[in-house]
C-alpha cells in the first residue's frame, strides 16, 4: 500500500533539490531530477531529457559574473498524487544580489521511477522580474 503522506514528502524533497543543486550551480544534479524523457519548459527554451535540460539551463557556460548569490523560495505547494503519477504547484521568489530578483510558479507532472519522483514536466512561467534582474529578461505574462 502507497502512504499519501511519504509520497507527498518525497516530492517536497524533490522540489527542494532541484532548487538547491540550481542555486549552487550544479546543473548535471539539478536535470537528475527529471526523468529519461522528462521536459522543462521555461520562458524562451524547453527541453526534454536530463542531458538536454543540463544543456538548456547552463546558457551556453556562460553565467553573469555579477551574479554571486542565489536563493529560490518555495511557497505553497500544492501537492496531489495519483497511484504513480503526481502534480504539484507551488509559487517561487528568487533573491540574488540585487534582492528581490524575479518571482513566478512552478506547475508540476511527477512520475514514481525506480530511483523516486521524478519531473516528467516542469513548466516555469515568471510572472515578475526586477528591472535590475541578473537573470536575463524572462517575463512571460
Do not use: K
Request: charged share 20%; with cysteine.
Amino acid at each position: 500500500m502507497v502512504d499519501l503522506a511519504t509520497d507527498r514528502d518525497a516530492i517536497r524533497d524533490l522540489l527542494a533539490r532541484y532548487t538547491y543543486n540550481g542555486d549552487r550551480g550544479r546543473v548535471a544534479e539539478l536535470a537528475a531530477c527529471f526523468a529519461d524523457d522528462g521536459t522543462i519548459e521555461f520562458p524562451g527554451n524547453s527541453a526534454t531529457g536530463p542531458a538536454a535540460i543540463a544543456a538548456a539551463l547552463s546558457g551556453g557556460g556562460v553565467r553573469n559574473p555579477a551574479l554571486t548569490f542565489v536563493r529560490h523560495h518555495i511557497t505553497n505547494p500544492l501537492i496531489e498524487v495519483h497511484g504513480d503519477t503526481a502534480t504539484a504547484r507551488s509559487y517561487f521568489a528568487v533573491h540574488t544580489d540585487i534582492g528581490p530578483d524575479h518571482s513566478g510558479t512552478y506547475s508540476d507532472t511527477l512520475l514514481r521511477t525506480p530511483d523516486g519522483w521524478r519531473f516528467a514536466h516542469r513548466l516555469v512561467r515568471i510572472d515578475w522580474q526586477s528591472p535590475q534582474s541578473l537573470f536575463r529578461p524572462m517575463v512571460t505574462r
